[in-house]
Nanobody
Framework: QVQLVESGGGLVQPGGSLRLSCVVS????????MAWYRQVPGKERELVAG?????????NYADSVKGRFTISRDNAKNTVYLQMNSLKPEDTAVYYC?????????WGQGTQVTVSS
């Protein structure tokens, strides 16, 4: 059974940083494309960043986070990260980790990030 568990969310002031982690079990992480999404109440879940399987050579980012967020993966630790710098109030959301392997898509339970002074 594939499970994704996010952590690292919390309350941070504007301009601050957080690093989210997503620990994956039940699958070989290196074979999965991974991504982070976020969602605020009343809006659709949106892609924040994605990283290709294997060593993660290919990454992509939402325009709103380019230059501020970095996605990375450590297959040996079964973990995907999202380093978030220069956080803004509009980054406030529940952040979700997602894995894709073929037709199989799995989601974590989410972690709340609140950016406020």
């Amino acid at each position: 059974q594939v499970q994704l568990v996010e952590s690292g969310g919390g309350l941070v002031q504007p301009g601050g940083s957080l690093r989210l982690s997503c620990v994956v079990s039940g699958t070989i992480l290196s074979t999965n494309d991974m991504a982070w999404y976020r969602q605020v109440p009343g809006k659709e879940r949106e892609l924040v960043a994605g990283i290709s399987s294997g060593s993660g050579i290919f990454t992509n980012y939402a325009d709103s986070v380019k230059g501020r967020f970095t996605i990375s993966r450590d297959n040996a630790k079964n973990t995907v990260y999202l380093q978030m710098n220069s956080l803004k109030p509009e980054d406030t959301a529940v952040y979700y980790c997602r894995s894709i392997l073929g037709r199989n898509v799995y989601w974590g339970q989410g972690t709340q990030v609140t950016v406020s002074s």
